[in-house]
């Protein structure tokens, strides 16, 4: 399917690694100019260098998300060169302990990061949603924000963002600015954290892996088509959604 994307312009926040780097490949098959960032310089810089040989235009930068004026910078120094049609806040903390600092630590990257990015970004957007009749601002969840087994910061702000982009979608969709979630169970990726898990903590790791249905966790590249879609103009009607991609590993019913 052609999901209308070829010549597009789109920047994705931790976009060096994991889903995130699924994100900007799955971007620049599909005929997608892409920009990154991540705090590793030399990740930008080799990611940057696989995505050109893509045939796109691609840029990076070693960006620190919860410094927010930086990363305004970095987007609005990206957005000038190329333009926005599309944005991806893929950072993520992963801090699972209920004290403070770690709050502090996922409030700062996953809510904030996703906050300044639009911010820089919006003047961009609603040119693009002028344009084309279509731009889309896709956040990364979690399942974990929809269910508790004991307390812990990471699943309460993963369902702010959530909370966030609805809001989001009201406001600017008169602007021709969507903004969707994608919202993953369990993911393996070598040098992940449940590669980490599965390495230090062998029985944490096989009974999340029994909690799979599917008896398997999802691949970067199968979060990264869910997210690509929905920013896509063939999901040119979906806004406000939080897309559920975890194998049925949470027993909710999404109505």
């Not at 993953?184 to 980490?196: A, C, I, L, R």
């Amino acid at each position: 399917m052609d999901l209308g994307l070829k010549g597009k312009n789109a920047i994705v926040l931790g976009g060096t690694r994991g889903i995130g780097r699924a994100i900007a490949a799955t971007l620049a098959g599909e005929g997608a100019n892409v920009a990154v960032c991540a705090r590793n310089a030399d990740q930008v810089a080799a990611t940057v260098t696989e995505l050109k040989a893509s045939g796109i235009r691609a840029s990076g930068g070693p960006v620190d998300v919860t410094d927010g004026a930086a990363l305004k910078a970095w987007i609005e120094t990206a957005a000038k060169e190329f333009g926005v049609d599309l944005l991806f806040a893929n950072a993520g903390a992963m801090a699972q302990g209920a004290d403070a600092a770690s709050w502090e630590q996922n409030f700062r990257l996953d809510v904030l990061g996703a906050v300044h990015a639009f911010d820089a970004a919006r003047p961009f957007l609603e040119a693009s949603g002028e344009k084309s009749g279509d731009a889309a601002f896709v956040i990364i969840s979690s399942i974990s924000a929809a269910q508790a087994d004991l307390a812990s910061s990471y699943g309460p702000i993963k369902a702010a963002l959530i909370h966030m982009a609805k809001g989001l979608a009201r406001q600017y969709a008169k602007k021709k600015i969507r903004v969707n979630v994608v919202s993953p169970g369990t993911v393996y990726f070598k040098g992940g954290v449940w590669n980490m898990i599965e390495q230090n903590m062998p029985e944490r790791y096989n009974d999340a892996m029994k909690r799979n249905p599917t008896g398997r966790m999802a691949t970067p590249q199968e979060i990264a088509s869910a997210a690509v879609f929905l920013a896509s103009p063939v999901s040119g009607f979906t806004t406000g959604s939080n897309l559920v991609v975890d194998g049925a590993i949470s027993n909710r019913v999404n109505f």
